[in-house]
């Protein structure tokens, strides 16, 4: 299985990766503006407020109401008992490295089962902290199979799709959010205990499409992690108003690297 490298036009064509991954929904965050009607509004694009929005015209010839796929993935996420985002508005600080312990400290325990996604479509790192970076994904009639590290703890990323580990994925936003929701939707995930999400840094796509996706089967809460910088620290604080805006719980902050 292999993924198509070159730039994606956003057209509806099926990639190879099964569904066409050119589905827009958004979830209705609260943006700078706060007479925002929001994208599946009626109204999107077409109220008083969206006069000068750089988004109106995308808002207003998208689909409007909730995603149709959302009951399809509440019921394949419906066997996992809790589900972690791992946040941080600044790259670089470790997030995956945060989620890989996160991931076999839970699995450390023989009576859980741990699952991790990778939603750093451009920059998935999981599999070669996990040491499976070499490993694929199987396709049977159930949906994708992840890729087990052992016998309580396994992962998904677009990594294991890559002919050559050093191949680039570059895609526009909407190509992106289409792969999250096959991750969530046609992966076999089965009975977990855990299913820890592993981010990119930024509150754009990625993070938007994971919140709207999971938001009906309901998300535990989020980590975030930063380092003592103040550059750091300033953008982990818009990921803290992100969270507060989208309505999910942060369950603590890590800081990274505080000793050097």
């Given at each position: 299985m292999t993924t198509s490298h070159r730039e994606d036009d956003g057209d509806d064509r099926p990639g190879v990766l099964g569904r066409s991954m050119s589905d827009p929904s958004m979830d209705p965050v609260s943006t700078t503006d706060e007479h925002c009607p929001g994208p599946e509004s009626q109204q999107a694009g077409k109220a008083d407020s969206c006069a000068g929005c750089p988004n109106q015209q995308i808002c207003a010839t998208a689909p409007k109401g909730p995603d149709p796929d959302i009951p399809a993935i509440t019921a394949r996420l419906s066997s996992i008992k809790h589900k972690l985002l791992v946040l941080s508005g600044k790259g670089g600080v470790g997030k995956s490295t945060f989620t890989t312990m996160l991931a076999h400290a839970f699995a450390s325990n023989p009576a859980s089962t741990v699952g991790i996604m990778d939603t750093d479509i451009c920059g998935p790192s999981i599999p070669k902290m996990m040491g499976v970076e070499q490993e694929a994904i199987h396709v049977s009639n159930g949906g994708w199979s992840p890729v087990w590290v052992s016998e309580n703890l396994c992962a998904m990323s677009v990594?294991?799709?890559?002919?050559?580990?050093?191949?680039?994925?570059?895609?526009?936003?909407?190509?992106?959010?289409?792969?999250?929701?096959?991750?969530?939707?046609?992966?076999?995930?089965?009975?977990?205990?855990?299913?820890?999400?592993?981010?990119?840094?930024?509150?754009?796509?990625?993070?938007?499409?994971?919140?709207?996706?999971?938001?009906?089967?309901?998300?535990?809460?989020?980590?975030?992690?930063?380092?003592?910088?103040?550059?750091?620290?300033?953008?982990?604080?818009?990921?803290?108003?992100?969270?507060?805006?989208?309505?999910?719980?942060?369950?603590?902050?890590?800081?990274?690297?505080?000793?050097?």
């Open positions: 990594q294991f799709m890559l002919p050559n580990r050093d191949d680039a994925v570059i895609w526009r936003g909407p190509k992106k959010n289409g792969l999250i929701k096959q991750f969530l939707m046609d992966v076999e995930w089965g009975e977990l205990d855990f299913l820890v999400v592993d981010t990119p840094p930024g509150t754009s796509d990625e993070h938007l499409s994971v919140n709207s996706y999971l938001k009906e089967s309901g998300v535990d809460g989020a980590v975030l992690v930063t380092t003592p910088q103040e550059v750091s620290l300033l953008d982990v604080r818009k990921e803290i108003d992100f969270c507060r805006k989208a309505g999910i719980r942060v369950l603590g902050i890590v800081e990274n690297m505080s000793g050097f």
